[in-house]
């Protein structure tokens, strides 16, 4: 009788370890495809503005460049703040002076449309033209003079020139630390960024009539 108890003790033992077992490891994939250990996208406050951005892109005839857009909205911004765009600086006015993000975005397409227009007048590459949206049109007269291809190099040695002109202005903040210095007129890394964030968006934000950009022309 002891032993017939013993091994109905036993065996119950057994399952409840099984099923404990059981418990755990169904909790545990349970997590992994929770939304909460998703990792949360990059460009989720860009994206938002996306359906704005293309619209605006559109009065231009440009839509198929609202990736490129997106992208040098993220850069700017991340999609944060009322000037999501940064373009208060290229409309002449100071630094976060626009507030109102759609004003953000007009500004910002009509600056984008500027230098992709004058990029294509003097025939330099698109990632000049991105460039140009952080270095300003200049950096195009600048390339155009120098093979007419950006790169690194070319961005330094053209922030450098305006470093001297302005030596009082561009000391980024002071900061000798600071990645940009002595280079401290825009960011000569800006067109490789924007050109990463392009190929992330690529698969997540599509757009119909999409156009090469990323190429050396345009």
């Known amino acids: 009788m002891k032993k017939r108890k013993r091994k109905k003790f036993k065996t119950f033992f057994e399952l409840f370890i099984l099923f404990c077992a059981l418990a755990m490891f169904q909790n545990y994939f349970q997590k992994q495809g ?11 406050d860009v994206k938002k503005y996306q359906p704005l951005i293309h619209d605006e892109l559109a009065k231009y005839h440009l839509e198929g ?3 490129v857009v997106v992208a040098l909205m993220q850069q700017e911004s991340r999609g944060k703040g009322g000037d999501p765009m940064q373009a208060s600086e290229s409309a002449g006015l100071a630094r976060n002076t626009i507030t109102d993000p759609q004003k953000s975005i007009q500004v910002g397409v009509k600056h984008f449309q500027r230098v992709l227009s004058y990029g294509n007048k003097k025939k330099v590459d698109f990632q000049t033209v991105i460039q140009s ?3 300003g049109i200049g950096y195009i007269d600048f390339v155009a003079a120098h093979s007419g291809k950006h790169s690194e190099a070319l961005a330094k040695e053209f922030s450098l020139q305006r470093v001297k002109e302005k030596p009082t202005i561009y000391t980024c ?3 000798k630390n600071n990645f940009r210095y002595p280079y401290c007129y825009g960011d000569f890394t800006y067109s490789t960024k924007v050109t990463k964030n392009i190929q992330m968006l690529a698969d997540s934000v599509p757009v119909t009539g999409e156009e090469k950009t990323t190429g050396e022309s345009f």
């Open 65 to 67: 460049h609202t990736t």
């Open 173 to 175: 903040g002071g900061n």
């Open 34 to 44: 929770s939304p909460l250990l998703v990792e949360k996208d990059p460009f989720a």
């Open 133 to 135: 949206y952080n270095m």
